[in-house]
């Protein structure tokens, strides 16, 4: 695989596994427009220019249009357009539904579904000009099967995976795939903050018995934003180390 000449936006990239999927793809030879909401992320773009990579950076809410649609001009002054988008942007606020109050509710719908609807379509427009466009959504394997305390996060990633098919159908006549990733457990800052005793139990199901890497999750989204995948569209794949089969 390799991306030279090629322009990816990965919303969410100042760490975790958007971090490593900039990574992944910039070394692959793509221009990289990082995206997050603090300079965290600015820090991150000088450390992957410090490694040869081609780096755009904006900071920026995906709950906004404004900033989604500075997200995309900054891929087309820097870099000439849009290739790839990688809706990685998420958050957790988990709690049982009993104690949940609407505001986690609506934030993390938000920040997750929102935000990926926005980037979706900002991407899109100047993807169907091109008549070329990867579309990869980092879902979780909570919104394919839910999880206890998790309603409103398992409901924005359940919501990824209709928009991500609604999206494939729309746009394959324009030469656009679009497809969805669902992480297991992963190594990053989200699940770091899970009580020990959650994630011993969740290593007892998972086949491979590790958690995964954020690289683990990037060596498949790079798959889905290759060329190579040409021919897959409106797919689901679980990176989870056979936690669910
Ligand atoms: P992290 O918490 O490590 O990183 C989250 C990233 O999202 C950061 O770059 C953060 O930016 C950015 N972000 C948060 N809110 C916004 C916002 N409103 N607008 C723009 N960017 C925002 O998470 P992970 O790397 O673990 O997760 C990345 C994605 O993978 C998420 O969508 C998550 O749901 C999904 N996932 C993760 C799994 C895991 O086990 N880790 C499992 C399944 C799915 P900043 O640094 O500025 O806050």
Do not use: H
């Not at 820090?43 to 249009?65: P, W």
């Not at 324009?174 to 959650?198: F, H, K, Q, Y």
């Amino acid at each position: 695989m390799q991306f030279k000449g090629k322009t990816a936006v990965i919303t969410g990239s100042s760490r975790g596994l958007g971090r490593a999927i900039a990574e992944k793809l910039g070394k692959l030879g793509a221009n990289v427009v990082l995206t997050g909401t603090s300079d965290t992320v600015l820090k991150t773009a000088s450390e992957l220019e410090e490694m040869g990579i081609k780096v755009a950076v904006v900071v920026g809410d995906v709950r906004n249009a404004d900033d989604v649609k500075a997200m995309m001009a900054k891929a087309v002054e820097s870099f000439g357009g849009v290739d790839i988008l990688v809706n990685n942007a998420g958050i957790t606020k988990d709690k049982p539904m009993a104690m949940m109050s609407e505001d986690d509710w609506d934030t993390v719908l938000d920040i997750n579904l929102k935000g990926c609807f926005l980037c979706t379509k900002a991407a899109a427009k100047l993807m169907i000009k091109k008549r070329y466009g990867r579309i990869i959504n980092v879902s979780s394997v909570a919104g394919a099967y839910g999880n206890p305390g998790q309603a409103n996060y398992s409901a924005s990633k359940g919501g990824m995976l209709g928009l991500t098919k609604t999206a494939a159908k729309e746009l394959a006549p324009r030469g656009i795939t679009c497809n969805a990733v669902t992480p297991g457990l992963i190594e990053s800052d989200m699940t770091e903050i899970l009580p020990e005793d959650l994630k011993r139990k969740y290593l007892e199901k998972i086949a491979l018995g590790r958690f995964g890497t954020p690289e683990d999750v990037a060596n498949v989204v790079a798959f889905l934003a290759s060329d190579e995948a040409g021919y897959v569209t409106g797919q689901v794949i679980d990176i989870d180390g056979g936690l669910v089969m």
